[in-house]
């Protein structure tokens, strides 16, 4: 499974955009880009995800480089709540729906 | 939210004591995961589910065991803890496996193994 590379943390001042960054300079033409978050004594929660193109839901947006090297998710506008452990994860269609969990980051929102 | 329920919650037991730890899942979904979450380590998986009485071993399966009779509840069971698996447990559920699947998790279960 490729890897991807996270900062360990990130700080934002409530009601403002976030970026998160994601590396993933290993990908295959076949992995999904997935983004999960977990809210501090909770279980993990489904954010977003995308193959090529350019993604928006109700909860965030992602961002997809041209060459699929890296990703960004973006919130767009930071709430306290939205304070949690975000994990970039690549799943390939072939494997056994294992999710691979890095270390992601931490994201502190400051009012 | 995604119908999944962990029991127990929490629970405190004795090294060399069997345990067990159920998921119970109201949405028929056919995948089932169990992961384990400890300190610098994030979440990693211990077996998972592809179907009633078809299961396979993730990562860290050593010491586990599973089993799934019906499609709503995938049992996880420690033969005898030791306090290396003093950990948080994460149960999932998936209708379908790919790159565009989702997973959805369950509470969690903290277990603490003296």
């Known amino acids: 499974d490729a890897k991807t590379t996270q900062p360990n943390s990130m700080e934002s001042n409530e009601e403002e955009p976030v970026h998160l960054p994601c590396n993933h300079s290993?990908?295959?033409?076949?992995?999904?880009i997935h983004w999960y978050r977990q809210l501090p004594s909770q279980g993990p929660e489904y954010v977003i995800h995308?193959?090529?193109s350019n993604v928006n839901n109700r909860m965030a947006s992602l961002a997809i480089a041209e060459d699929r090297k890296s990703s960004t998710l973006i919130l767009h506008r930071a709430t306290l709540r939205d304070a949690a452990v975000y994990y970039c994860?690549?799943?390939?269609?072939?494997?056994?729906?294992?999710?691979?969990f890095g270390q992601g980051t931490t994201l502190q929102v400051k009012p | 939210d995604a119908g999944i329920t962990q029991s127990p919650r929490h629970k405190v037991t004795e090294t060399g004591t069997p345990v067990t730890l159920r998921c119970h899942q109201t949405?028929?979904?056919?995948?089932m995961y169990w992961y384990r979450q400890d300190p610098g380590h994030g979440l990693r998986l211990i077996h998972y589910?592809?179907?009633?009485?078809?299961?396979d071993k993730g990562e860290v399966s050593d010491g586990y065991s599973v089993s799934r009779s019906k499609t709503e509840d995938f049992l996880l069971t420690l033969e005898s803890a030791t306090s290396s698996q003093t950990s948080v447990y994460f149960c999932?559920?998936?209708?379908?496996?790919?790159?565009?699947?989702?997973?959805?998790f369950g509470p969690g279960t903290r277990l603490l193994v003296l």
């Open positions: 290993t990908i295959s033409g076949t992995d999904y």
């Open positions: 949405e028929n979904h056919r995948y």
């Open positions: 589910s592809y179907g009633v009485k078809d299961t």
């Open positions: 995308g193959l090529t």
């Open positions: 994860i690549l799943k390939n269609y072939g494997n056994t729906g294992k999710l691979i």
């Open positions: 999932a559920i998936s209708d379908r496996t790919g790159g565009g699947e989702t997973q959805y």
